[in-house]
């Protein structure tokens, strides 16, 4: 591989562009493949009054939240710097992002006491920061599967989350993989898939490097 190798990116069509164009800026030709889709669910109006800090870890979530809080924003704790940057493109700043953009990162590293916690998320998703932080959780979407119409071809294929790590196990396509994480990496070598490659920061900037290593 090497300059001019193609790249599946998996990413849902809200998320694919910005992993998309800095991949084709690396020289990588892109197959824009997405393999799930994120599906609003949950409350019309969430009641943030109670609560010391909310958490988010998506960009589309932290979206989902600004569009549905009621009441005053308490400080909002963000995986990750596009989660943040979701944040402050809807108006409100992440009063804390973790080093480690993980659950476990996040819940290791936020400030304590924390207090009282609303963890907003994927319906669905892991359990580590309710049960490490004591948690309320309310479920802003959903993830769903997507198949293609046929199958994509490439050279690698980017995994940016443990649900299209699923989704595109589900294809049976013999791809090797880079992941955004060990979530990720975990869920894709369980379903079957090679990932040749983990990013070593889990953000959008650590998921390019990581493709641009393993396309040399």
């Known amino acids: 591989m090497g300059p001019g190798s193609t790249v599946i990116v998996t990413r849902a069509r809200e998320q694919m562009e910005p992993l998309a164009s800095r991949l084709e800026g690396l020289g990588l030709a892109v197959v824009r493949c997405p393999l799930i889709e994120l599906q609003p669910v949950g409350p019309d109006e969430i009641d943030v009054e109670p609560y ?6 998506s960009a589309f979530g932290a979206r989902e939240l600004l569009r549905r809080v009621q009441g005053r924003l308490p400080r909002v704790a963000a995986i990750g710097p596009g989660t943040a940057a979701a944040l402050a493109d809807g108006g409100a700043e992440a009063s804390f992002v973790p080093r480690v953009s993980t659950q476990e990162g996040l819940a290791g590293e936020l400030p304590r006491p924390a207090g009282r916690v609303l963890f907003a998320g994927a319906e669905g998703a892991r359990g580590h920061l309710v049960e490490a932080l004591d948690a309320d959780f309310v479920p802003l979407y959903r993830t769903v599967a997507v198949r293609p119409e046929r199958p994509p071809a490439g050279d690698l294929v980017v995994l940016a989350s443990a649900s299209a790590a699923e989704s595109f196990a589900a294809l049976g396509l013999d791809v090797p993989a880079v992941s955004i994480g060990p979530e990720t990496t975990r869920v894709a070598r369980a379903a079957g898939v090679h990932v ?4 070593d920061l889990h953000t959008l900037d650590g998921l390019v490097a990581a493709v641009a290593r393993a396309a040399v």
């Open 52 to 57: 010391d800090w909310v958490v988010v870890t």
């Open 196 to 199: 040749v490659e983990e990013a």
